[in-house]
């Protein structure tokens, strides 16, 4: 009977669905947040749950989605799509977990107009997860504001949730977005993370009037060390850790996410010296991330 419940539940949101990808830009406030790590393991866990997803890569280096997995360096063939050459189906490389990568570094995406861009976003996939560069002044690439939801990683020490803060703040007077969703990561407990993700929503909703949605949190698990050593992820090389279940219950969530506009359609971001002059009319002290 709970099957056939399953069934019919996945039936009529498939009814129900708007067409097209699901599209996630995630990023975080700090280089140590977690964010590519999530990417990864996030796409292997819908690859398990049957979705074809495509990961944009923006954050090129050593380490960047592409050389996390190991031997997919610059993945990929972002060129040929601008230039009409391929599709994105036929230019992204396919990952053995079942999932594809797309390379798409800052240079090849500059002078590319949002229309082109968008085409990344329009191939067969069913979830689109972005790795996305936010530059100095907190703007997200024309590629990642075409996405319905922005996933902000944190992690739970005080420092972290500062700077997911600050974040999100420049990320909302860029592009006037009114809302994140959050995922703690490394959390040492699921109350831990409700507590912070508490605290930072009504910091976020008092001094922003953004609003904030829980994403759940990623347990802190020693075997996420281990699986990057190993040029893998948690979810494949150590699937019954906690940090593993995580992120598929993760997975099966973000399928049952309200499908938003994308930002893009929202009101264009402020040019950066009107973002600073913003910045400083409500500056909260650190202290109350």
Avoid at 174 to 188: C, E, G, M, P
Wanted: some cysteine; aromatic content about 4%; overall charge neutral.
């Amino acid at each position: 009977m709970d099957k056939l419940i399953s069934d019919q539940a996945e039936g009529l949101r498939r009814l129900l669905a708007p067409s097209g990808s699901r599209v996630i830009a995630v990023t975080g406030g700090s280089a140590g947040a977690g964010c590519t790590t999530t990417v990864v393991n996030l796409a292997a866990a819908l690859a398990q749950q049957g979705k074809d997803v495509l990961v944009v890569d923006e954050c090129l280096g050593d380490r960047s989605v592409s050389a996390m997995l190991g031997g997919m360096r610059n993945a990929g063939n972002f060129v040929a799509v601008m230039r009409g050459q391929m599709s994105v189906d036929d230019a992204a490389a396919r990952h053995p977990l079942g999932f594809s990568v797309l390379a798409a570094s800052r240079a090849n995406r500059e002078g590319q107009s949002s229309a082109q861009l968008g085409v990344v976003l329009h191939g067969s996939a069913d979830i689109v997860l972005i790795d996305a560069q936010v530059d100095q002044q907190g703007h997200l690439s024309p590629l990642a504001m075409q996405a319905h939801d922005v996933m902000i990683v944190t992690r739970m020490a005080a420092q972290a949730i500062t700077e997911a803060y600050a974040c999100m703040k420049r990320l909302h007077y860029a592009h006037a977005t009114a809302q994140f969703r959050v995922l703690v990561n490394n959390a040492q407990s699921a109350a831990d993370a409700r507590t912070a993700f508490a605290n930072l929503a009504g910091v976020a909703g008092r001094y922003l009037t953004v609003a904030l949605e829980d994403a759940g949190c990623i347990t802190a698990d020693a075997r996420m060390a281990r699986a990057l050593e190993l040029s893998r992820c948690v979810v494949d090389a150590f699937p019954s850790t906690p940090a593993a279940r995580d992120f598929r219950q993760l997975a099966a969530e973000l399928q049952y996410w309200p499908m938003r506009s994308a930002m893009s359609s929202h009101t264009p971001y402020l040019a950066p010296a009107t973002v600073t002059a913003a910045q400083h009319a409500d500056q909260p002290s650190a202290q109350h991330a």
